[in-house]
């Protein structure tokens, strides 16, 4: 709609209202002139808070001449009897200008201080995104040109040749994982998610997702309870796995290494339901409501690691692509337990007869 259009539309709306307040105090008899100018008035503020000021402007004007020609003597013309009434007339028309001014002014910096505070944040937030992903991005290859240099290194033995390939392959694994998560944040930043599902088994999503981080999940043990393995499932595997990959990466890097990660998968009506349970430190009633919030990061995880950020708000747009959620809470034996819910459809896998020789 445009704008005119629409600034057409709420004169008549603001109109309407000053002539039914007109055809209403009519027919109870109100004659009060101090009624209706505070009614007429009360009007034009309501609209001046809610439109522009050239609406508001005309809507005194509408409020001036009904007043005018309906209350004030002599009834139904728009001459004006006396001073007093005429001072009054003009009384209305000046406060309604002056405060469909103030209001319109005290909407328009409200709107200013808004869009400075939210420029504010997000150059705040760009510049600590940019500072984590510089982080993120340095230290593996650090890494890599380290261990690369030390493979050519002629008193090196075979064995401590491969832990230093072994130490390449990782990192260049982990520089591949946050270019795919700066992709995947692109995408969902301009809806460009493909939803491509396919029939797959629960168990097939949960293996993807735990190859994929491999190695984040290496010093934890992982406990599965996986829905058997008689049902298929409709869903995008790739979407849902790598969104379970960034639950679990979380999970991974806030708890303490060597404890345990529970992963369950069950069906629950029409939706496939995948559980992370940690035995961390759990997470703060300041920050849950933010968690999957773009590069949010609450205090306590900005000391416990340096990161993007990115990995859980990914992991909602991801879902969220294919009409699924996520939610988190602390679990009530400690830790956090993170929930995705992924809407499906099933139906039975079929059975393999056993081969005959």
Avoid: C
């Avoid at 100018?37 to 609406?55: E, G, K, N, P, Q």
């Avoid at 075979?158 to 270019?179: D, G, S, T, W």
């Avoid at 595997?237 to 990660?261: C, M």
């Amino acid at each position: 709609m445009s704008t005119r259009i629409r600034t057409v539309r709420q004169f008549v709306a603001s109109a309407a209202a000053i002539a039914l307040l007109t055809a209403l105090y009519a027919r109870l008899h109100i004659v009060n002139t101090t009624i209706v100018a505070l009614t007429f008035l009360l009007v034009v503020v309501i609209v001046a808070a809610m439109s522009t000021r050239w609406v508001a402007l005309a809507t005194s004007l509408a409020a001036f001449m009904a007043f005018n020609f309906f209350f004030l003597p002599p009834v139904g013309s728009l001459a004006v009897a006396g001073a007093e009434n005429l001072v009054t007339l003009f009384t209305l028309l000046a406060v309604s200008v002056v405060a469909s001014h103030l209001s319109t002014e005290a909407r328009r910096r409200a709107q200013e201080a808004t869009a400075a505070e939210v420029a504010r944040r997000s150059a705040e937030l760009k510049s600590s995104l940019l500072a984590s992903l510089g982080h993120d991005l340095k230290t593996p290859l650090t890494a890599v040109m380290v261990a690369a240099n030390n493979l050519n290194a002629p008193s090196l033995t075979e064995e401590q040749r491969r832990e230093q390939a072994a130490i390449v392959r990782a990192e260049l694994e982990r520089l591949n994982r946050l270019f795919q998560d700066m992709a995947d944040m692109a995408r969902i930043e301009t809806n460009a998610i493909a939803v491509e599902p396919e029939w797959v088994q629960p168990a097939e999503i949960v293996e993807a997702a735990l190859a994929q981080v491999q190695p984040t999940l290496a010093q934890h043990r992982i406990d599965l309870d996986v829905a058997d393995d008689h049902t298929l499932v409709r869903l995008d595997p790739r979407l849902t796995s790598a969104a379970l990959a960034h639950i679990l990466e979380n999970a991974a890097q806030y708890s303490e290494p060597g404890s345990v990660i529970l992963v369950g998968a069950a069906l629950s009506h029409d939706e496939l339901r995948f559980t992370v349970r940690d035995h961390g430190s759990g997470i703060s009633q300041q920050d849950l409501p933010r968690l999957f919030e773009r590069s949010y990061r609450g205090a306590s995880a900005q000391r416990a690691r340096p990161g993007t950020g990115m990995g859980l708000s990914i992991s909602q747009g991801l879902l969220n692509a294919e009409g699924g959620r996520v939610w988190a809470n602390n679990h009530a034996d400690g830790g956090a337990i993170f929930t995705v819910a992924v809407p499906i459809e099933s139906r039975p896998a079929p059975v393999l007869e056993p081969e005959t020789t």
